[in-house]
């Protein structure tokens, strides 16, 4: 109907089990070839897609490859001793990891 309010549930997509090898897991393979080549794949939607899809994502890829890049030269990250991360986290506008702890190591 006119006037509704559409949200799409991206998570459907990127945890789908029949897209992703691994969905509940880091693994960063889902994005390598067997020569360990990047491979685009098409349920990786985190813009969502079509008329109304993310306006931001080239700047937003652009700060994210900074940010991220600028924080892996300067510093080596690690987990507590016997500590395992979770990939649970908090369900609301955005899904939002449980507050935790790691070590930053200047390189
Ligand atoms: C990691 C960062 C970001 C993610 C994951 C993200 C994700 C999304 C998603 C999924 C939508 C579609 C929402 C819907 O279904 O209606 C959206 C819309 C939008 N985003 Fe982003 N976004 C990010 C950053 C940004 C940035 C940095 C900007 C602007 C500087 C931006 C501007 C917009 C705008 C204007 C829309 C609405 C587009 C429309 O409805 O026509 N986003 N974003």
């Not at 969905?23 to 491979?39: I, S």
């Not at 794949?41 to 931001?56: I, N, Q, T, V």
Request: negative net charge; contains cysteine.
């Amino acid at each position: 109907m006119q006037g509704t309010s559409v949200m799409p549930n991206l998570t459907s997509v990127l945890f789908d089990k029949t897209e992703w090898e691994t969905p509940d897991t880091f693994n960063p393979e889902h994005f390598l070839d067997a020569e360990g080549k990047f491979v685009r794949r098409d349920a990786f939607l985190p813009f969502s897609a079509g008329k109304r899809a993310c306006l931001g994502e080239g700047l937003a890829r652009m700060e994210l490859f900074l940010f991220f890049v600028s924080l892996l030269q300067t510093f080596c990250f690690s987990t507590l001793d016997g500590v395992q991360l979770s990939t649970e986290g908090i369900i609301g506008a955005t899904r939002t990891p449980y507050p935790f702890k790691i070590y930053a190591t200047a390189r």
